[in-house]
């Protein structure tokens, strides 16, 4: 089959044996497979979790058709249209676990379901698993202009919260956010972006901080967040290090928490999809979740996403198509 593989001068076009599924694992047939900025450590030979690694097709997320289903598997059959978070999903075929795996709504096309899966779990963890979001309670998503940050302002508005704002350093994505549940909209590039969260939260600050920019932010998002709430660390985009004001975190007394699912065992991450499915499925059936796709490139054309992943000017997902 073929697939994308990392190398030194950039994604390689290859070809690689066919993986064949094992007890509770389902072959699935990839039309689609975004990028996710984990994609680019990953072209490089790093791994990710357990995923990835030197030699490993590529990508990190899929939707497709089941094609072989392992030993054990039940409630799903070859033609079933799913979706899911896993490994090597830039190739014509990726295994994923049965209990894993999503059915694609009906309506949606490949491109938008295989943008779905990793930003669901993900944010659906980071809202409710450790950020305890409580109906009527504020939410404010760091980087909310990426694909996940987007899944979050979406999440946070089905799951009842009383005001969600979302920030953008770019003008031009920050006028969309409101497209996507954003209620108050504000720039971490202004020197004066806590005060208006603070001015519209009467002063207190947020309840519960996603934050996927961390870096040198960290003491103002402690500034932005209500004392005694708290700030669910998802991402790095801002920085991987930062000075913490420790005074300042104490006195807020706010809980911070870091979160991946790269350390997490199979047993964890399927109870957290369950949930994520339990939770949003609804939504996800009745359309009222989706992240938009900025431009999709055919498998072959690969480096032309990558270049264009790295450049950051996209809005939602880039998407690799494969015929």
């Not at 190739?91 to 899966?117: K, N, Q, T, V, W």
């Not at 590039?189 to 001015?199: F, K, N, Q």
């Not at 399927?270 to 055919?298: M, N, Q, S, W, Y």
Request: with cysteine; charged share 20%; glycine share 14%.
């Amino acid at each position: 089959m073929r697939a994308l593989l990392p190398s030194a001068e950039g994604p390689k076009l290859a070809q690689a044996p066919r993986p064949e599924p094992g007890p509770g694992q389902v072959l699935v047939r990839v039309r689609a497979a975004p990028l996710n900025r984990a994609d680019l450590a990953m072209l490089r030979g790093a791994s990710h979790g357990t995923v990835g690694g030197k030699g490993a097709p590529l990508g990190l997320e899929w939707a497709g058709e089941i094609a072989a289903l392992g030993e054990g598997v039940s409630g799903w059959k070859i033609g079933d249209q799913v979706m899911s978070a896993g490994g090597g999903g830039f190739a014509e075929y990726a295994l994923g676990h049965s209990a894993l795996i999503h059915a694609i709504p009906e309506g949606l096309d490949f491109a938008r379901a295989a943008a779905m899966p990793v930003a669901i779990q993900t944010m659906h963890d980071a809202i409710t698993t450790h950020g305890a979001l409580a109906a009527g309670q504020s939410v404010l998503i760091l980087g909310a202009s990426s694909g996940v940050g987007l899944m979050g302002l979406q999440i946070a508005r089905e799951l009842g919260a009383g005001l969600v704002i979302g920030t953008s350093s770019s003008p031009d994505k920050a006028a969309r956010l409101p497209q996507f549940g954003a209620d108050v909209v504000v720039s971490t590039s202004e020197p004066g972006w806590v005060e208006a969260v603070l001015a519209a939260t009467d002063g207190k600050g947020v309840d519960l901080v996603v934050d996927m920019l961390a870096g040198p932010l960290f003491n103002d998002t402690l500034r932005a967040t209500k004392i005694g709430g708290r700030i669910v660390n998802v991402g790095r985009m801002a920085g991987e290090r930062g000075e913490v004001d420790f005074d300042l975190h104490s006195m807020r007394r706010i809980t911070y928490v870091g979160v991946t699912f790269r350390t997490r065992s199979g047993r964890e991450v399927i109870e957290l999809v369950g949930k994520a499915r339990a939770a949003l499925a609804p939504a996800l059936a009745a359309g009222r979740l989706t992240i938009p796709v900025d431009a999709c490139f055919d498998l072959a054309d690969a480096p032309a996403a990558f270049a264009k992943m790295s450049a950051n000017r996209h809005f939602g997902k880039i998407v690799l198509t494969i015929d």
